[in-house]
């Protein structure tokens, strides 16, 4: 049996009077793409909080590589080669690209008052996770709010792979994106996987679901309904899970 690489155990949460999860349990395996669907208020952002380090469990554990976890900040996560991505990517429309790559982690010379940042190896780095990726933006000098919805989803998927993330997870990745956008940023979903990292991704698009996943977790009212490979089930099925009617 392989050993998941993140595993939660039990996971409880509740803010004041709304229990927003009830032993939750979730399994993610290296190479894996895990779809997490459930309707608004399902639980399903608590939990990837929980796992990212924005939240602390009221009871159950986190796992990383077999070993239990706990985070008690997103950076105790990234430190651990968790990288998550929020629908709001939060990038800097102001800054570059290769700026946004890097923000808040610049690379730079000297110390304190005397720190200069290291311009041009930020550039040629960022250059080089983008073209590894094979993701296409017009510089990586071109401001962020040049950038379309795909391209700039393209650029925080770069930041999370450019420091060494093992585990990656996006919510709603393709919310408001064309058609030729969303299934680009598909595509660097599966090229994601194919180089050895493991994906959660949060959708509301059964399609784009269906089209990258190879596991289906369902949340209903903060609880874990059913769980189903792709491969096994059908868009019927995960629906009606997801809205509380049996499937047939």
């Not at 720190?115 to 960022?126: D, K, S």
């Not at 989803?153 to 420091?163: D, E, K, L, M, P």
Request: hydrophobic share 45%; charged share 25%; glycine share 10%.
């Amino acid at each position: 049996m392989r050993t998941p690489i993140l595993r939660a155990v039990g996971i409880w949460k509740r803010f004041g009077a709304v229990q927003a999860l009830q032993d939750v349990s979730l399994d993610l395996y290296a190479r894996e793409v895990l779809g997490l669907v459930g309707d608004n208020g399902a639980g399903k952002s608590t939990l990837i909080k929980i796992l990212s380090g924005v939240y602390l469990p009221d009871r159950g554990t986190v796992e990383l590589d077999g070993r239990p976890v706990r985070f008690t900040s997103p950076r105790d996560a990234r430190a651990m080669g968790i990288e998550t991505i929020y629908q709001d990517l939060a990038l800097a429309e102001n800054i570059d690209v290769a700026g946004n790559i890097f923000l808040g982690r610049e690379l730079g010379y000297g110390w304190g008052v005397l720190r200069v940042l290291a311009r041009h190896r930020m550039e040629e780095e960022a250059s080089r996770v983008l073209d590894r990726l094979e993701i296409v933006v017009p510089s990586v000098r071109t401001l962020v709010r040049s950038l379309s919805g795909g391209q700039r989803q393209a650029v925080a998927i770069g930041r999370a792979v450019y420091w060494d993330a093992r585990i990656v997870i996006m919510d709603e990745p393709t919310a408001a994106l064309g058609v030729r956008e969303r299934a680009r940023v598909l595509d660097l979903v599966r090229r994601l996987r194919e180089g050895g990292v493991a994906v959660i991704m949060i959708s509301h698009s059964m399609p784009d679901v269906f089209a990258v996943c190879d596991r289906i977790l369902v949340l209903r009212r903060g609880v874990k309904v059913g769980e189903r490979r792709t491969a096994e089930t059908s868009e019927e099925e995960i629906v009606r899970l997801m809205v509380g009617v049996e499937a047939a």
